[in-house]
């Protein structure tokens, strides 16, 4: 498993630098620069934008400012923002990312707690009442974009109900402790919900089918054959080969949380990375923009290793070395 990992490792290098190329190119390839653009004030000398967009390398042959970005990010340098004039990319996210991360955690709970469960039921009572139910609500939650479901959450739990609140992170300043773990908790649930259930309805799919393939194999009539009773037969054999393609889902689904949460954290104005993306998109402030892309690709290659690893906790007959 230890030379598995290491490999696995070294070969994040070459995949880093081609994720690097490919962030740095699309946000090159982006029209105009942070100085163009309808916002800036006519009275000024284009010659001074000019002049800074000397200083700032933006007229330096393409490659010529990749290399420059390419070497300050591996020394963990990402840049000034070019919107919050001064300030490092790296404050700037750093002051989100644990927003974004509880966020994404939560979203992940909501999913497996739900999702899981419900496909276990779903297939142990095939074509029942419920299972048509769940069928009903996995197609309305795929077909039902994000935007529009925190949209009609707001709406219906917060003005209607006002059991949540519709934005922020907490309400109250001076809270600390119990009370303040408890509102940051009632500010996640609308997003993290939203943003979950997204996932709930494709992985309640998947979970169920998966079953329904295992229970079919030979190995589980033999274990019914011997005696074994129907839950340990169902949670002992069944349910451990029917969670490795989950397994690899799962492996991909923290990065795409943290794509998706873009769209949520701006629908409930959640001071996360989402906000700060659309923030640098309307702004054209490239460092930040390629930071966050960077950030979310490293989360893709990270969740593929942990997915290989959890392979050969859920089944022992997997070995790496």
């Given at each position: 498993?230890?030379?598995?990992?290491?490999?696995?490792?070294?070969?994040?290098?070459?995949?880093?630098?081609?994720?690097?190329?490919?962030?740095?190119?699309?946000?090159?390839?982006?029209?105009?620069?942070?100085?163009?653009?309808?916002?800036?004030?006519?009275?000024?000398?284009?010659?001074?934008?000019?002049?800074?967009?000397?200083?700032?390398?933006?007229?330096?042959?393409?490659?010529?400012?990749?290399?420059?970005?390419?070497?300050?990010?591996?020394?963990?340098?990402?840049?000034?923002?070019?919107?919050?004039?001064?300030?490092?990319?790296?404050?700037?996210?750093?002051?989100?990312?644990?927003?974004?991360?509880?966020?994404?955690?939560?979203?992940?709970?909501?999913?497996?707690?739900?999702a899981i469960p419900?496909?276990?039921?779903?297939?142990?009572?095939?074509?029942?009442?419920?299972?048509?139910?769940?069928?009903?609500?996995?197609?309305?939650?795929?077909?039902?974009?994000?935007?529009?479901?925190?949209?009609?959450?707001?709406?219906?739990?917060?003005?209607?109900?006002?059991?949540?609140?519709?934005?922020?992170?907490?309400?109250?300043?001076?809270?600390?402790?119990?009370?303040?773990?408890?509102?940051?908790?009632?500010?996640?649930?609308?997003?993290?919900?939203?943003?979950?259930?997204?996932?709930?309805?494709?992985?309640?799919?998947?979970?169920?089918?998966?079953?329904?393939?295992?229970?079919?194999?030979?190995?589980?009539?033999?274990?019914?054959?011997?005696?074994?009773?129907?839950?340990?037969?169902?949670?002992?054999?069944?349910?451990?080969?029917?969670?490795?393609?989950?397994?690899?889902?799962?492996g991909l689904e923290?990065?795409?949380?943290?794509?998706?949460?873009?769209?949520?954290?701006?629908?409930?104005?959640?001071?996360?990375?989402?906000?700060?993306?659309?923030?640098?998109?309307?702004?054209?402030?490239?460092?930040?923009?390629?930071?966050?892309?960077?950030?979310?690709?490293?989360?893709?290659?990270?969740?593929?290793?942990?997915?290989?690893?959890?392979?050969?906790?859920?089944?022992?007959?997997?070995?790496?070395?």
């Amino acid at each position: 498993m230890h030379k598995y990992i290491t490999r696995r490792i070294l070969q994040f290098i070459p995949m880093l630098f081609v994720i690097t190329i490919i962030v740095f190119g699309l946000a090159k390839a982006a029209p105009g620069d942070p100085l163009t653009g309808e916002r800036l004030d006519p009275r000024i000398d284009p010659a001074v934008y000019e002049e800074r967009r000397e200083a700032l390398g933006l007229n330096d042959p393409i490659h010529i400012q990749y290399w420059n970005w390419l070497s300050s990010v591996a020394t963990g340098d990402f840049g000034t923002s070019l919107q919050y004039t001064g300030r490092p990319v790296l404050e700037l996210i750093t002051a989100r990312i644990w927003n974004t991360l509880y966020l994404s955690l939560f979203a992940l709970g909501v999913t497996l707690a739900i999702a899981i469960p419900i496909g276990i039921y779903s297939a142990t009572k095939k074509y029942s009442l419920f299972d048509y139910g769940a069928t009903t609500f996995a197609f309305l939650g795929l077909a039902t974009p994000n935007f529009f479901a925190g949209l009609l959450a707001i709406y219906v739990f917060s003005f209607l109900f006002g059991w949540f609140p519709a934005q922020g992170t907490s309400t109250t300043i001076g809270l600390t402790g119990f009370e303040l773990f408890i509102d940051k908790l009632r500010h996640l649930v609308l997003p993290g919900f939203t943003l979950g259930l997204a996932s709930t309805a494709a992985y309640m799919r998947y979970m169920r089918t998966e079953i329904l393939e295992v229970k079919g194999s030979d190995f589980i009539r033999t274990a019914h054959a011997k005696g074994l009773s129907s839950q340990s037969v169902l949670y002992k054999h069944t349910l451990r080969n029917a969670l490795i393609p989950i397994i690899t889902l799962l492996g991909l689904e923290f990065g795409t949380l943290l794509s998706g949460a873009v769209i949520t954290e701006r629908v409930f104005n959640y001071p996360g990375l989402g906000t700060l993306f659309i923030g640098a998109i309307s702004n054209r402030d490239y460092p930040v923009i390629m930071a966050i892309n960077l950030i979310l690709g490293v989360s893709i290659l990270v969740g593929n290793l942990l997915a290989d690893i959890f392979y050969a906790i859920v089944d022992p007959r997997i070995r790496y070395d």
